[in-house]
């Protein structure tokens, strides 16, 4: 499976980005999908998650209220809605699979990942 990010850029704070992680595969639809997020100088760390149905998501308690994941297994797309970012938010967001699905931060469980792409929120 191979998974390409887009949808970054440039914004004020306040404002809002979409991020898509587009998959090539069949078996997409079998994976529940994360989102995370690497700020320079530190850690990357999980942001969002969704399971393979998009029934179930789960948030870091930082994005809460504010982001949004949300999934189209017709079109192989999972989707990061990001509404009322910070200066904070700044990162290169990346996609990651995983089979099974969990309320967890960890990243050890995903075994598939894209490349970034970089959100960069000006004050």
């Known amino acids: 499976v191979q998974l390409q990010a887009s949808g970054g850029g440039l914004v004020q704070a306040g404002g809002s980005l979409r991020l898509s992680c587009a998959a090539s595969g069949r078996t997409f639809s079998s994976y529940s999908t994360g989102w995370f997020r690497q700020a320079l100088g530190k850690e990357r760390e999980f942001v969002a998650t969704?399971?393979?149905?998009?029934?179930?998501?789960y948030y870091v308690d930082s994005v809460k209220g504010r982001f949004t994941i949300s999934r189209d297994n017709a079109k192989n797309t999972v989707f990061l809605q990001m509404n009322s970012l910070l200066p904070e938010d700044t990162a290169v967001y990346y996609c990651?699979?995983?089979?099974?699905?969990?309320?967890?931060?960890?990243?050890?469980?995903?075994?598939?990942w894209g490349q970034g792409t970089l959100v960069t929120v000006s004050s």
């Open positions: 969704i399971d393979w149905s998009g029934g179930y998501t």
């Open positions: 990651a699979l995983r089979i099974g699905y969990a309320r967890s931060a960890s990243m050890t469980p995903y075994k598939y």
